[in-house]
Nanobody, 123 residues
Framework: QVQLVESGGGLVQAGDSLRLSCADS????????MAWFRQAPGKERELVAA???????YYADPVKGRFTISRDNAKNTVYLQMNSLKPEDTAVYYC?????????????????WGQGTQVTVSS
């Protein structure tokens, strides 16, 4: 069974950077499309960024130019580098995976989820 574990969240100030990591100990990660979603209080879960098994990427408009998704298949890990953080980036960030190579933008397409990590950006 796929188990995704996120790390790297925390409390930062506006303009700071954070890097989130998502690791899976199973050796089936390489063929998965992976994504980062976030959910702020009172809001729906939204896609932040995604990466295909072939390293194609997708970014939501609010994070374009500030966030970078990447993957290291040798380490079974996907990363989300977040720069120039804003208070509106405050949310619980979730790593998600699907056993298919291509990116999907809706959460229902991802059957595997991590437990989430809190990112709080103060102004």
């Amino acid at each position: 069974q796929v188990q995704l574990v996120e790390s790297g969240g925390g409390l930062v100030q506006a303009g700071d950077s954070l890097r989130l990591s998502c690791a899976d100990s199973r050796r089936i990660f390489n063929s998965f499309a992976m994504a980062w979603f976030r959910q702020a209080p009172g809001k729906e879960r939204e896609l932040v960024a995604a990466i295909s098994s072939g390293f194609s990427t997708y970014y939501a408009d609010p994070v374009k130019g500030r966030f970078t998704i990447s993957r290291d298949n040798a380490k079974n890990t996907v990363y989300l580098q977040m720069n120039s953080l804003k208070p509106e980036d405050t949310a619980v960030y979730y790593c998600a995976g699907r056993s298919a190579p291509d990116i999907m933008v809706w959460s229902a397409a991802y059957p595997y989820w991590g437990q989430g990590t809190q990112v709080t950006v103060s102004s």
